[in-house]
């Protein structure tokens, strides 16, 4: 027998740690939010994606009482992108996501008030939502993704470290940007 094992980077991050582009991604995450349309799961998610062009496009949860008809933030900002785009790359992605009427803090300028934490503490993004990121990452494992949770605690890692055993076009010797 022979174990592979694998390390998951997860970083937590205040405020003054983030580039202008990353906290300009959660603002426009954390906006989205409030437009979602959860009426069942009452859990409102936003998320705001930079495309290779420079572009930030957003997506809310959209949920319809037939649930496989329901839209996810990741997903449709995705889909605006390609709408827009065509094949594009995703360069970084931002996700916002709470309870509805819960108001999000706003994250702290240090890190004195963070508590012990563990990889598995942090929610990137559902198994669905990650495997369309790493599809639009043009299997490139270094995209990086941000995540705020109600508390204001922003955490980034890789789409390679949240999604590392990726099923994609690359499985399937396709090339999505053929078409």
């Given at each position: 027998?022979?174990?592979?094992?694998?390390?998951?980077?997860?970083?937590?991050?205040?405020?003054?740690?983030?580039?202008?582009?990353?906290?300009?991604?959660?603002?426009?995450?954390?906006?989205?939010?409030?437009?979602?349309?959860?009426?069942?799961?009452?859990?409102?998610?936003?998320?705001?994606?930079?495309?290779?062009?420079?572009?930030?496009?957003?997506?809310?949860?959209?949920?319809?009482a037939n649930f496989t008809s329901t839209t996810h933030a990741e997903q449709n900002a995705?889909?605006?992108?390609?709408?827009?785009?065509?094949?594009?790359?995703?360069?970084?992605?931002?996700?916002?996501?709470?309870?509805?009427?819960?108001?999000?803090?706003?994250?702290?300028?240090?890190?004195?008030?963070?508590?012990?934490?563990e990889v598995n503490d942090f929610c990137f993004a559902c198994g669905h939502c990650l495997g369309i990121t790493w599809e639009n990452s043009m299997v490139d494992p270094n995209v990086k993704l941000l995540r705020m949770d109600m508390e204001g605690v922003i955490a980034r890692t890789t789409i390679g470290d949240a999604f590392p055993m990726p099923f994609g076009p690359e499985s399937l010797g396709v090339d999505i940007r053929e078409g």
């Open positions: 027998m022979r174990t592979i094992e694998r390390t998951i980077r997860v970083e937590i991050l205040n405020r003054t740690e983030l580039s202008l582009d990353e906290l300009e991604l959660i603002r426009r995450a954390a906006a989205a939010r409030r437009n979602a349309q959860a009426p069942y799961s009452h859990y409102q998610v936003g998320a705001a994606v930079l495309s290779e062009s420079g572009t930030i496009y957003i997506g809310c949860n959209v949920e319809n995705i889909s605006s992108m390609i709408a827009y785009e065509g094949p594009a790359k995703v360069l970084e992605m931002a996700i916002v996501g709470a309870p509805k009427g819960q108001e999000i803090k706003q994250p702290p300028a240090s890190a004195s008030s963070w508590r012990d934490y």
